[in-house]
């Protein structure tokens, strides 16, 4: 490990080629979902010691037959997500939502494989359905301001999501979750430029993660260096890539 913390992203996506780019030159380790199982593929291709794969059936694209198709990839992946339960965002009918999430709760559970949940306005009924699945759970961009507890105390990681600034919600989870447990996030380019503002460049990327760690160290009353390298500690601890 380096003598200086690195900052890690916690949660993105496959992105575009010139992110992955960027990504790679300039050594931003990250955790990237691939959410169906085209995206799978694509990122099944992929190397480079800056990128750590998860794969699982977003809840947007949830259905049976999607769920058939990614299965050799959840039989495959070290890590399983993004995965959970949405009544916000998304259109999808809300059992099916949660027949493809328990089904890969379970073969996650199974294959002693960590998940990055995906939770927005299901929190309570998700906490109570992977609470029959102990595991090793990463909550990415909490933000709701009920519930949280649920998964406190079920002894989740966190990704701060990159609106911690402005979210109420979001900050709770920096105030709250206890600092061995919390990482930070992007959730790609697309999802900064949407959350904070569409000019953000792609070189602002390390950035945008550096000032959610700040507000941590705020949050924490704690030294930027000592909270990045607490986060990046905590992100290979999870990915099960201790050094
Ligand atoms: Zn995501």
Not at 90 to 113: H, I, M, P, S
Not at 145 to 154: A, G, H, I, S, V
Not at 166 to 179: C, G, H, L, S, T
């Amino acid at each position: 490990m380096s003598a200086k913390a690195t900052v890690c992203d916690g949660h993105a996506h496959l992105g575009t080629e010139e992110e992955r780019r960027f990504r790679e030159r300039e050594n931003i380790p990250t955790m990237v979902c691939a959410g169906d199982e085209k995206e799978a593929a694509e990122l099944a291709g992929l190397s480079g010691s800056w990128l750590v794969k998860a794969y699982g059936l977003h809840p947007w694209k949830a259905s049976l037959e999607g769920l058939t198709a990614m299965e050799p990839w959840l039989e495959q992946a070290r890590i399983i997500g993004e995965i959970g339960l949405d009544s916000v965002w998304c259109q999808v009918d809300e059992t099916v939502q949660r027949q493809v999430f328990e089904r890969q709760l379970a073969l996650a559970f199974a294959g002693g494989k960590p998940v990055v949940l995906h939770v927005k306005g299901r929190e309570r009924e998700a906490a109570e359905l992977i609470r029959r699945y102990p595991n090793t759970y990463l909550v990415h961009w909490y933000s709701d301001l009920k519930w949280l507890e649920l998964y406190l105390e079920q002894d989740c990681f966190f990704t701060v999501g990159p609106d911690v600034a402005k979210n109420p919600a979001v900050q709770q989870v920096a105030r709250m979750a206890d600092i061995s447990r919390l990482m930070v996030e992007t959730d790609g380019l697309g999802a900064v430029r949407w959350a904070l503002g569409e000019n953000i460049p792609l070189e602002g990327i390390p950035a945008v993660l550096s000032e959610s760690a700040r507000w941590i160290a705020a949050e924490k009353k704690m030294e930027p260096q000592a909270v990045l390298e607490r986060l990046e500690e905590n992100f290979w601890r999870f990915v099960g890539d201790e050094e």
